[in-house]
């Protein structure tokens, strides 16, 4: 076990890896129920983002994966996670306004600039793996709009970032699901407003209106209000 910790997670840093979440993967089955570990990398070969995109990961940006068990379910751990990294760059300025595109991408004037992809092991340990752009983003050939802190003129270090998360990812693990759901909600990209969720190749459009108790998200049209719990809100 690594002697090294940020509060109460033990920290594994490697110069280089395929992805932190692969390596958590190969890690989990010998965790114990208690235990809590974080992986990090300062590069990854195949870093991995959500629907079998690719997260390029040179040098300079944050790459990490949390390791551990927990009670919570899944829609809870990435709103916890989501929240956690909006209030981390909160703390850092007071100048931005970090916003969760549905259910977690991070966005900064509408740019993404930080992604989680949440993965359980076979085990059923959670593997949490999250990349920020803290000095560069993929510009080129992008789906879609990107940024880094460094764009915005935050310049913040790796390490200090991953301080400052733990704490707000710990303390939010305490909080019911009403409290993050409704902090989830005052930071959410597009509330109230009309927006396309992408399910695979269908779409579909109407008023985002909230978040019901389960988690999932409030889509009005028309006729209906439709409950949805997968899919992403695309950028327009
Ligand atoms: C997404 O927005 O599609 C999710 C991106 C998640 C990227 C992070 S980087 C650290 C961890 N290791 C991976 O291979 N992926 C996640």
Not at 33 to 47: D, E, F, P, R, V
Not at 193 to 206: A, E, F, M, V
């Amino acid at each position: 076990m690594s002697d090294k910790k940020i509060g109460s997670w033990y920290w594994f840093d490697f110069a280089k890896l395929d992805s932190t979440n692969n390596y958590a993967l190969s890690q989990a089955p010998s965790l114990s129920s208690s235990q809590k570990i974080l992986y990090t990398a300062q590069m990854q070969t195949s870093g991995r983002g959500r629907r079998g995109r690719s997260w390029v990961s040179p040098l300079g940006n944050l790459y990490f994966s949390q390791l551990f068990f927990s009670s919570l379910s899944p829609v809870e751990i990435v709103y916890i996670t989501a929240l956690s990294i909006v209030q981390t760059i909160k703390k850092i300025t007071d100048k931005l306004v970090p916003q969760i595109k549905w259910p977690n991408d991070i966005l900064i004037n509408d740019c993404k600039i930080g992604g989680i992809l949440i993965e359980k092991s076979k085990e059923e340990a959670y593997i949490i793996g999250v990349g920020i752009n803290l000095i560069s983003s993929p510009k080129l050939h992008s789906i879609y709009p990107a940024a880094s802190l460094h764009d915005f003129e935050i310049d913040i270090n790796r390490d200090d970032f991953l301080k400052l998360y733990l704490t707000a990812f710990d303390d939010n693990l305490l909080q019911s699901f009403t409290a993050i759901k409704n902090n989830f909600l005052a930071n959410a990209y597009k509330l109230h407003q009309n927006i396309t969720i992408g399910l695979g190749d269908k779409k579909i459009s109407g008023q985002f209106i909230g978040i019901d108790e389960n988690g999932f998200l409030l889509l009005k049209q028309e006729e209906n209000t439709l409950i949805i719990n997968t899919g992403e809100i695309l950028f327009s």
